[in-house]
């Protein structure tokens, strides 16, 4: 069976032109940067724009792209990253208490829809009240599981930085999750 | 740390998160996207805007085509350039500068409020001085500014905002994109989101070229000043006369009397310089004060939490050095701390 290219060779070949490495590198990274837009944005619409924003930059900068000694994902990230940041900015009323559209209505598959426990659906909006360098480490820790590492790059930030933070969150979401059980009513509001 | 210093409450948030079900792009979603990127991408490669294939491409193209080429695009940048000078009634701001003279771009309001539609403020300060032939037109972001090359010419560019872009070595601050040296260590210092106050010239292309970088807004490292770089954080390490703040070595002159009090965990703001290159590089001290020194039990991995308006208050958890620590293999959960 035929090894897939590495990641190096696929952008170099990017880079010189070839739409099927493109292709190839889009195919690697896409459902994680959905699922890392899942976690930051209200709907799942509005995380399918995202995520083709992302890769849309990505052609347009693969032109300027230097390998600096870490994954590519780490830049893909860092364009997501920055690209939230923007979504809210332009998008200012955020009510991060309410029950997001996407848990509502998005998800169309009833099979999908039974997967989605209530335990599951606390967590994710309990993420989405935490200051926003926590959700990205929380998100990309442990949800998507990146090496610490790399983390730390993406957030610009230092090993012991990110070790510090990293606890913090941690007490935040479960403090903010021992608050949402003391409050039932708590992530039932309006959407958008 | 390791999962025995997370209470059991922790732990079981942890598994929760890494036991939640994974989301998948639509497939149809996913090859609509695959799509448009894919038009996009050949549109670039037929506009050229891709690199060529190291070496085997460039190497058996002549060199004459590209030096034609390089001419051609030169005097459509200037034609351009021509053709865009503002007239005599527009409103903006045309001024002759001097040397020393400073271009200061500050946001109208708070960051928070800026559109990206609007307009940050330019105030032009002339000073009296030899006039040299550059003209400043303003336009809504991202500004454009032409230049007439003047070897003496010193413009010095301030844009204070927040980060809003870092894309390698460009940094960008209200839709302005502002390059900076693609090794200097402020580049990892710096976030998305961070209020950033860069100062800068011109280059002969019109990019802002950063001189000074500093990631205190309220630090006065003004070019003409001793300081180039403003950092704030805890101090990491000691190690006799270079301590280690935000991962960068800040090297003390050694007589340095906070040397005698300073400690890890002490919160410091610091204003220097770098020096070296590459791995070896130092932020040489201008001036270092210890912000707040609060340690508790001798932890050192107390932080300051900025509550905005000049408010903050201090956190200290209740870890060592070790700290909450994973592997970096990525997959080994929680382990030691480097």
């Given at each position: 069976m035929q090894q897939p290219p590495n990641e190096q060779a696929l952008i170099a070949q990017a880079q010189s032109g070839d739409e099927e490495a493109v292709s190839l590198l889009y195919e690697r990274h896409v459902d994680a940067i959905f699922e890392y837009f899942r976690y930051r944005v209200d709907s799942k619409t509005t995380a399918e724009d995202l995520t083709s924003e992302v890769f849309l930059r990505m052609v347009r900068g693969l032109g300027s792209y230097r390998d600096k000694g870490l994954p590519f994902r780490a830049w893909l990230y860092r364009i997501a990253g920055n690209l939230v940041i923007d979504y809210y900015r332009q998008h200012k009323k955020r009510d991060t208490m309410a029950l997001p559209e996407s848990y509502e209505s998005d998800d169309t598959d009833p099979f999908d829809r039974l997967a989605i426990d209530e335990e599951q659906v606390r967590l994710r909006l309990a993420i989405r009240t935490l200051p926003e360098d926590y959700q990205d480490l929380l998100v990309m820790r442990f949800v998507q599981e990146l090496p610490h590492t790399e983390i730390a790059k993406i957030m610009n930030k230092s090993a012991a930085a990110l070790r510090a933070m990293q606890h913090r969150a941690i007490k935040a979401l479960g403090e903010q999750m021992e608050a949402m059980s003391r409050n039932p009513t708590f992530g039932q509001g309006d959407d958008q | 740390m390791n999962d025995s210093q997370l209470t059991p409450e922790e732990q079981t948030l942890i598994t929760q998160l890494r036991s939640v079900r994974k989301h998948k792009i639509d497939p149809a979603v996913r090859e609509a996207i695959r799509a448009q990127m894919l038009g996009e991408f050949r549109a670039i490669v037929q506009s050229g805007q891709l690199p060529s294939t190291p070496t085997t491409g460039l190497t058996s193209f002549p060199f004459y085509v590209i030096a034609g080429l390089v001419a051609v695009v030169a005097i459509v940048i200037i034609g351009l350039a021509v053709i865009n000078r503002p007239s005599e009634n527009n409103a903006t701001p045309t001024t002759a500068l001097s040397p020393t003279q400073q271009v200061v771009v500050v946001p109208t309001s708070t960051p928070e409020t800026i559109l990206a539609n609007e307009t940050p403020t330019i105030e032009v300060t002339p000073t009296i001085a030899p006039i040299v032939t550059t003209e400043l037109i303003a336009s809504t972001p991202p500004?454009?500014?032409?230049?007439?090359?003047?070897?003496?010419?010193?413009?010095?560019?301030?844009?204070?905002?927040?980060?809003?872009?870092?894309?390698?070595?460009?940094?960008?601050?209200?839709?302005?994109?502002?390059?900076?040296?693609?090794?200097?260590?402020?580049?990892?210092?710096?976030?998305?989101?961070?209020?950033?106050?860069?100062e800068g010239m011109f280059d002969s292309s019109g990019v802002v070229v950063a001189s000074v970088v500093s990631n205190i807004p309220s630090t006065n490292v003004v070019s003409g000043g001793e300081a180039t770089v403003g950092l704030e954080g805890p101090v990491e390490a000691i190690d006799g006369n270079v301590i280690v703040v935000n991962s960068i070595p800040v090297q003390l002159t050694p007589d340095d009397p906070l040397l005698q009090t300073l400690e890890v965990g002490d919160f410091v703001s610091v204003q220097g310089n770098f020096q070296g290159s590459g791995a070896t590089i130092v932020l040489v001290v201008v001036n270092i004060t210890i912000v707040n020194n609060v340690i508790i039990d001798d932890n050192p991995l107390c932080w300051?939490?900025?509550?905005?308006?000049?408010?903050?208050?201090?956190?200290?958890?209740?870890?060592?050095?070790?700290g909450m620590g994973m592997g970096d293999d990525g997959m080994g959960g929680m382990g030691m701390g480097q």
């Open positions: - | 500004m454009i500014v032409t230049t007439t090359p003047e070897p003496t010419l010193e413009t010095v560019v301030v844009v204070e905002g927040p980060v809003s872009e870092i894309a390698d070595n460009r940094v960008t601050i209200y839709d302005y994109s502002i390059a900076v040296e693609p090794q200097h260590p402020i580049l990892n210092l710096i976030n998305v989101g961070d209020v950033v106050r860069i300051y939490h900025d509550d905005g308006m000049g408010m903050g208050h201090w956190h200290c958890d209740g870890m060592g050095m070790g």
